[in-house]
């Protein structure tokens, strides 16, 4: 197991390789396809192994098939027989078959980078694997250099309540942290606060925290998969934890405040993963739009002068 005070050994990585193992999301707000733009948001190639398929949009989840498990585990060699993967990120397995499938492809393809988001628990409290796969669930956390559960997810880690303050929480992850090696992601967008902050909790405590202003919107869908799948990212690339939390808080942040924009679902929309992306090609054009910009006088001496 890789120490969570990362980066990992092999530092900077230009584009890093990230593997989400996941469920997926017909509407595109979660799962693999949130995994996907996160990922190429935070500057990653993004690649996917299908857990489950789900039939599910901004209003809930209608429907769930699960494919055998040895289609799970030829789509995970078919990746590893192929590519070398920098960063995995694991979010909706579902079963303890899955899960287990999942775990021993793991040990025998270690990635430098492994973020466990537990999916366990919906935000109501519903609890969603069996108990057989929730104690799969506990133990393949182990496997990881950091997990990113919400507040409910986390008090089924570690046996407890569900932390109601950012004191308990942190309290609960550092205990937790200590036991296993892995460090917590502590996430108190579930707590009643005007802000919201994402802390890195490891055996000693906080390591990194990240705050942000609580943003009044609906457009929550899929938020958990996307801040693991841009930490992973992150983390791939070679930032350290402190530089990768930072980083993905604040995009997270703007994609939360720019969702409501994209007018997606009747319920609890996404996040607008491509905000960055947008404002950046608009102000690219904006400014190839001045006068003279490709006017060749302009070019002379900057390296385009006598090119063929």
């Known amino acids: 197991m890789t120490s969570p005070t990362l980066p990992h050994a092999l530092g900077h990585v230009d584009v890093p390789r990230v593997l989400s193992i996941a469920g997926t999301d017909p509407s595109g707000g979660a799962g693999t396809a949130a995994d996907m733009k996160s990922i190429t948001a935070a500057g990653g190639y993004g690649m996917t192994v299908v857990t489950c398929l789900v039939a599910q949009n901004t209003t809930g989840v209608r429907a769930i098939h699960t494919p055998p498990l040895d289609f799970l585990a030829a789509q995970l060699e078919a990746v590893s027989d192929d590519v070398a993967v920098d960063a995995v990120k694991t979010g909706m397995l579902g079963t303890a078959g899955i899960i287990g499938t999942v775990g021993s492809w793991l ?7 492994l973020v466990v988001d537990p999916v366990m628990v919906a935000t109501s409290g519903d609890r969603l694997l069996e108990p057989d796969a929730e104690e799969a669930m506990r133990e393949f956390c182990r496997r990881a250099d950091v997990v990113t559960p919400n507040i409910p997810e986390l008090a089924v880690l570690t046996g407890a ?37 994402n802390l890195w909790v490891g055996p000693d405590g906080i390591t990194a925290e990240a705050p942000s202003r609580r943003v009044d919107t609906t457009s929550t869908h899929g938020t958990g998969c996307s801040l693991s799948s841009a930490l992973a990212t992150r983390l791939g690339a070679g930032d350290s934890p402190q530089r990768a939390l930072a980083w993905t808080t604040d995009w997270l942040h703007e994609a939360i405040e720019y969702g409501a924009a994209l007018h997606v679902g009747r319920g609890h929309g996404p996040v607008d993963h491509g905000h960055r992306a947008r404002r950046l090609a608009a102000e690219l054009e904006a400014a190839t739009a001045e006068p ?17």
Do not use: C, M, N, Y
Not at 107 to 113: F, I, K, Q, T
């Open 107 to 113: 040990d025998a393809h270690r990635p430098p980078v």
């Open 161 to 197: 309540t569900p932390a109601t303050d950012q004191h308990a929480a942190v309290a609960q992850a550092r205990e937790w942290a200590a036991d296993t090696g892995v460090a917590v992601i502590v996430k108190t967008g579930h707590l009643d606060s005007a802000l919201t902050t």
């Open 292 to 308: 003279g910009f490709f006017d060749r006088e302009s070019w002379v001496g900057v390296g385009i002068e006598g090119e063929t």
